[in-house]
């Protein structure tokens, strides 16, 4: 899965959680820029990406992520070889 | 060692330059090894004493390289549970029975702290988060970090790790600039501010058993309530102050404990601004895992705000209790489990009834603020009886200022709290506005070590003439 497909996907489960269509995962974007991002939508929030990626987060990790980019690259880094790869792989 | 205190500044500062003298990994951790053993030996030299700590860190130790290895949830329950009996049985917990305890006198300062980040690393390895295999040296490195063993803050590995293992910008000018005010502030709090509220507390609690008309015994009560907040606060941030700024010339970055606790405008608020160290390590490690868990077995998006009201108050019920060993503090677990819980209830149905956006809109009434604000410090006051009184002192102070003086004293709680904290948090905002970011900013470069030497010389003062070893510091019980 290549970096752009993991911001899809992040971006597609955002909007479902935060209930808010305009939301667009961006590497740069924080917990104070989104409306609603407090500690309980925060789990909501991973456990929708644990689901939708098949993937396990560590109580550690979940309270370490400093914006959606260091979300993006810890889904990156949990998911097997096969689905994950990097954006010039793909292009 | 008295944290804080000149002697411990005088280890920092030695520790400091020897650190200076080499950047290499090894040295670093040989030096800070030898500081930390050295720093708890300075409280006991027994073996007997030091036994009970050393046997809480060796059953961490092995804990957590069984965990690296041993992925089994049952084994992992087990090692959980038997450390936290352990931590309970040595900080002597009422509910073990007192033929079953040690029968000797043993160190436990600096255990609760210590036992966090134990814990931490045992749930950390077994999870695979861990960067590592932790080794024996930087474990005890980690978990006795001498700055912050007494009280806190509580770091997280990671943390630790970044500015043990990686190599520190060196100390320049403004850093330790800013590091000296950060100390001198500390102590100004802790040797001045301290013991000045201390001092009226202890008045108010003496006046509630005179003979005083129900006016005074009102005024009496709301003293009584609204002083400590303040000393806990002036008395724990100062220490916080000293140890963050100290901790930074050995090239240490601790994390904060305080945030303008007092600006909150809901308990929940308050709790990411009070003590952050602790919240943020029950938030990763009780709070997160319980709600995740919890969500995980009753998965229905109706049900999932209130699975986190159940989590919040099992989380500060344990805040609450962790505080203190006796009965007191499961009525303080209660109460901060009710506060946490019916503040996140009452905004679950707030925006159910009135939508997210005019919610958000009634929140910045600044009428609803000031209220807001004084309901949280009204609660908080409360709540901290039962951390400073003990059930015959209570008993006393209820039986001598009578029913209605307290709860007019509360109603005069929330007014008065409403006012004045809405008023200094609108100062300081204003104030930072001007001098620390806006036209005047310039000019600290100058007023600031005025500021501070000023500060230093009143504390000096006062310390000479209060002619005390050291101040207290509240939180060292814990």
Not at chain 1, 57 to 67: G, H, R, T
Request: charged fraction near 15%; include cysteine.
């Amino acid at each position: 899965m290549s970096s752009d497909e993991i911001y899809q996907q992040l971006s597609s489960i955002m909007r479902d959680v935060f209930d808010d269509d305009s939301l667009v995962a961006t590497p740069e974007l924080t917990a104070g820029q989104v409306d609603g991002w407090d500690s309980f939508s925060h789990l909501r929030l991973m456990l929708s990406i644990e689901r939708s990626f098949g993937v396990d987060f560590a109580a550690s990790e979940i309270s370490s992520l400093k914006n959606v980019g260091e979300l993006a690259a810890l889904i990156g880094s949990k998911l097997p070889a096969e689905r994950a790869g990097s954006p010039s792989e793909e292009s | 060692m008295n944290v804080p205190s000149l002697a411990f500044l005088g280890l920092v500062a030695v520790v400091a330059l020897l650190l200076a003298i080499s950047r290499s990994h090894g040295w670093r951790s040989a030096l800070l090894l030898v500081a930390n053993v050295g720093f708890v030996l300075t409280f006991s030299h027994d073996l007997r004493q030091l036994a009970p700590f050393a046997a809480l860190l060796a059953g961490g130790f092995v804990a957590m390289r069984l965990m690296h290895s041993q992925k089994n949830p049952a084994v992992f329950a087990t090692a959980i549970g038997a450390l936290v009996l352990l931590f309970c049985w040595l900080k002597r917990y009422t509910f073990f029975p007192p033929g079953a305890l040690l029968p000797f006198v043993y160190l436990t300062v600096g255990m609760s702290y210590v036992f966090f980040r134990v814990l931490s690393l045992v749930v950390d390895a077994y999870q695979d988060s861990l960067p590592e295999r932790v080794g024996i040296v930087r474990f005890l490195n980690y978990t006795l970090n001498f700055p912050a063993f007494v009280s806190g803050p509580i770091q997280f590995y990671r943390d630790y790790r970044r500015d043990e293992s990686e190599s520190p910008a060196a100390l320049d000018l403004s850093i330790a600039g800013k590091s000296i005010e950060r100390i001198v502030i500390g102590f100004f709090k802790v040797t001045v501010v301290s013991p000045v509220l201390a001092s009226f507390q202890d008045r108010a609690v003496a006046a509630a058993s005179a003979n005083l008309s129900p006016g005074l015994r009102t005024l009496d009560a709301a003293l009584l309530l609204a002083l400590f907040p303040i000393l806990l606060y002036a008395n724990f941030s100062g220490y916080t102050d000293v140890v963050i700024g100290a901790a930074r010339f050995m090239r240490f970055e601790l994390p904060e404990n305080f945030d303008r606790p007092f600006s909150s405008k809901s308990y929940l608020e308050f709790w990411s601004r009070w003590h952050m160290s602790l919240s943020n390590w029950f938030k990763t490690y009780v709070y997160s895992p319980l709600l995740l868990n919890l969500m995980r077995r009753f998965p229905s998006r109706n049900v999932e705000p209130f699975l986190g009201v159940i989590a919040f108050f099992a989380t500060f019920f344990l805040v609450g209790l962790w505080h203190g060993q006796t009965a007191m503090f499961v009525v303080l677990g209660l109460l901060m489990g009710l506060g946490i819980s019916g503040n996140k209830l009452y905004q679950i149905e707030m925006i159910r009834r009135m939508g997210r956006a005019p919610y958000r809109a009634l929140c910045a009434n600044p009428l609803y603020e000031a209220a807001s604000r004084g309901l949280t410090f009204l609660w908080l006051s409360f709540t901290l009886v039962f951390f400073w009184a003990t059930w015959p002192e209570l008993e006393g102070l209820v039986a001598h200022l009578g029913a209605v003086p307290i709860a007019s004293a509360m109603l005069l709680t929330f007014a008065v709290g409403a006012v004045v904290l809405t008023a200094t948090t609108a100062l300081v905002d204003r104030y930072r506005a001007v001098f620390e970011e806006g036209s005047l900013a310039g000019l600290s470069a100058f007023a600031r070590p005025a500021w501070y030497t000023a500060i230093a010389v009143v504390t000096a003062s006062v310390a000479v003439m209060l002619d005390a070893p050291a101040p207290h510091i509240i939180y060292r019980g814990f």
